[in-house]
């Protein structure tokens, strides 16, 4: 997801006089998406610079699209930069899910996300076989190395870092843990389609209840496949069905989701990955991981790990949509 530099709140506050606790709803825009926080507190909470801060933070150190960034300037060649907390926590997420997934998460994948023209430079006009060995030299997450005094080394200087498909998600779980921080236990965050669940929803006595949109949803009138409740959990889904890109010369079409392993930007059989983990970053990472994997391997994956559920969407033999979804998620759903 595209990385923005500016950030803006809007707060409303919904509440009734005499009662307790209050819901509070804070949108805006941050990471190049919109998101909507609703909290329940027992008295009004200033929470606007809190939650600004929180994205400053994140932006500052890990946004490709900040050029002071500190992700900036080591995927430029400084060899200087002592990393934050937000790196280095991004940096570690990121080594548990490469292992796990046998490499096909990579956060090294940069370069081929901007020479297939979903990163913050050009594409190239022409990508071939040639191309694609040559840029391979530049990916591989066993390539860098975070050091004792929280220095980054590369073994190659073009080697450049992407942290999209995790510090969104990383970004919301830091919210959550400021929201916490201040007292607050029932809230809901939703950023860009990732949400973190916890508490219940208090107005209607109920847990959180969040739909799963359907791949034929149309964006300015969406739908959802499924109902699901969600407690104490993070959600987020990958799709290939809205996010893409046509070469305007050739006409061909690239998937947003690269396999850092081959280069390509081949659609697997999956056309959506929505996963529940105990952090919004996990289940980022895993999103974006089980697209590339495809339905097969996913499934060997899964056997692997714990606290992972998923449900995917993907089109058979005959090219027809099923679902496949873990016991765990199915638990959740509502209809």
């Not at 050029?67 to 907390?85: C, R």
Request: hydrophobic fraction near 40%; aromatic fraction near 10%.
């Amino acid at each position: 997801m595209k990385y923005t530099i500016w950030v803006f709140l809007l707060l409303l506050i919904v509440s009734c006089e005499n009662e307790k606790p209050q819901k509070s709803v804070f949108q805006g825009q941050a990471f190049g998406t919109a998101f909507t926080i609703q909290v329940y507190s027992d008295n009004e909470i200033d929470l606007e610079k809190g939650i600004d801060s929180v994205f400053y933070k994140v932006n500052k150190s890990v946004s490709t699209y900040l050029p002071e960034s500190d992700i900036s300037k080591i995927n430029s060649g400084d060899t200087s930069i002592t990393v934050d907390d937000v790196f280095i926590d991004n940096f570690n997420i990121s080594s548990e899910v490469y292992r796990a997934t046998g490499g096909i998460f990579d956060p090294t994948i940069g370069v081929l996300r901007n020479a297939y023209g979903f990163g913050d430079t050009k594409p190239l006009k022409e990508i071939d076989s040639l191309a694609l060995d040559s840029m391979l030299t530049f990916v591989g997450f066993n390539k860098v190395k975070l050091t004792s005094e929280n220095k980054i080394e590369k073994q190659y200087p073009e080697i450049y870092f992407d942290f999209n498909a995790v510090a969104k998600g990383y970004g919301i779980d830091l919210i959550g843990n400021y929201l916490e921080s201040k007292g607050i236990s029932n809230y809901l965050i939703e950023l860009g389609g990732e949400i973190l669940a916890k508490g219940e929803n208090i107005e209607k006595n109920k847990v959180w209840v969040v739909g799963i949109e359907n791949v034929t949803s149309n964006l300015n009138d969406r739908s959802y496949s499924s109902i699901i409740a969600l407690e104490n959990i993070a959600m987020a889904t990958s799709g290939n069905y809205r996010k893409f890109r046509v070469d305007s010369l050739t006409g061909k079409k690239y998937v947003h989701t690269l396999n850092p392993i081959t280069g390509s930007a081949a659609k697997s059989d999956i056309t959506s990955a929505t996963v529940l983990a105990s952090t919004c970053a996990l289940a980022d990472a895993y999103a974006t991981a089980f697209m590339a994997l495809g339905l097969e391997n996913s499934k060997v994956i899964l056997k692997n790990i714990n606290g992972i559920d998923v449900y995917f969407t993907y089109n058979d033999q005959n090219n027809e949509e099923q679902v496949f979804a873990t016991e765990g998620l199915k638990n959740r759903l509502k209809n």
